[in-house]
């Protein structure tokens, strides 16, 4: 059965500090790995998209790393900021034929306190 | 550009009725997925459509159906309501229906079945 973990379940830190979360899967075969950045109340909104070739995403203070080997990712934030306070979702896509099926992990509640 | 809209945005119905939801994906983009949210199991994938084809589906009964028009415009449909679909329904759109495209969601339309 497709699976993906997310810890922690919550973190709270102190804002300009460093950040990272994980996220492993057993989503097979593998066809890429999303991060998510979901307010509460909104819809999510894509941080990052990683194929099976790649190992290291950025996008901004967000840097998402993949080792397809061991079916783990990790999402670091960097000098977070009071308005990274969210749930981030990591969802893994496999692929049946040609569909794409994901996979959503349960997401990583981030509190950043001034 | 206008993002992705849905409508309506909150609803309440109750349980045996029927209920329609429309998703309006950002212009030029030919796939729409839908997606269930609740506290209980966080998001799950139910169908992808793209070209008005069903093209993906998740693990969701047959009471969950969904249709798209040649505008790429989509409605979900979710008949003989249970108390259990309460949730935020989210729709994502993306330009094509590659694996590793980038998906824009929607504010949601939150669904309250008593």
């Known amino acids: 059965k497709n699976q993906v973990e997310q810890s922690p379940q919550s973190l709270i830190i102190l804002e300009g500090k460093n950040c990272t979360l994980q996220?492993?899967?057993?989503?097979?075969?593998?066809?890429?790995l999303r991060w998510y950045k979901q307010d509460t109340g909104r819809g999510p909104v894509s941080l990052t998209i990683m194929t099976f070739s790649e190992n290291t995403k950025s996008n901004g203070r967000y840097t998402a790393t993949l080792d397809a080997d061991t079916k783990q990712s990790s999402l670091h934030i960097t000098a977070s900021q009071l308005s990274d306070s969210a749930s981030y979702i990591c969802v893994v896509s496999g692929r049946a034929g040609g569909s794409y099926i994901p996979t959503f992990g349960r997401g990583t509640s981030l509190i950043v306190h001034p | 550009k206008a993002g992705v809209t849905q409508t309506p945005r909150y609803l309440i119905k109750t349980r045996g009725q029927q209920v329609t939801l429309s998703c309006s994906p950002i212009?030029?983009?030919?796939?729409v997925s839908w997606y269930q949210q609740t506290p209980g199991q966080g998001l799950q994938f139910l169908f992808e459509y793209f070209s008005e084809t069903q093209r993906n589906k998740g693990n969701f009964p047959g009471r969950f159906s969904g249709r798209q028009f040649s505008n790429s415009r989509s409605e979900m449909n979710v008949s003989t309501l249970e108390l259990g679909d309460s949730a935020l329904y989210l729709c994502?759109?993306?330009?094509?229906?590659?694996?590793?495209?980038?998906?824009?969601f929607g504010p949601g339309t939150r669904l309250l079945v008593l």
């Open positions: 212009s030029g983009h030919r796939s």
């Open positions: 994502a759109s993306s330009l094509r229906l590659e694996g590793a495209e980038t998906q824009y």
């Open positions: 996220c492993n899967y057993t989503v097979s075969p593998f066809s890429n």
